[in-house]
């Protein structure tokens, strides 16, 4: 079992930055992969970025260019920096832990980007 919980989400103006973090817990050595997907309402759960155990890093069109991912290994943390908010990034903003055997989500934490 992997456990998530995600950070650092809330109110900002368009043009404004956010960085979100995941604290990933539990059997972690079995991570192969970490990422970041969102969902707006009446809208499908996307994927936005990704970062693998080599550190190779994958961003969706959407937010390529403004978003980047990283991690920190010695804290099991996962984080999204988020640059240049337009209105249309509000969504719920949720962390994946993908292993072999399953996927893992946290609860999620609301970014909401104000026009």
Not at 12 to 22: E, F, H, K, W, Y
Not at 55 to 70: E, H, L, M, N, P
Request: hydrophobic residues 40%.
């Amino acid at each position: 079992q992997v456990q998530l919980v995600e950070s650092g989400g809330g109110l900002v103006q368009a043009g404004g930055s956010l960085r979100l973090a995941c604290a990933a817990s539990g059997s972690i050595d079995r991570i192969n992969a970490l990422g970041w997907y969102r969902q707006a309402p009446g809208k499908q759960r996307e994927l936005l970025a990704s970062i693998d155990i080599a550190g190779t890093t994958r961003y969706a069109d959407a937010v390529k260019g403004r978003f980047t991912i990283s991690r920190d290994i010695a804290k099991n943390t996962v984080f999204l920096q988020m640059m240049s908010l337009k209105p249309e990034d509000t969504a719920v903003y949720y962390c994946n832990a993908h292993t072999w055997s399953a996927n893992y989500w946290g609860q999620g934490t609301q970014v909401t980007v104000s026009s």
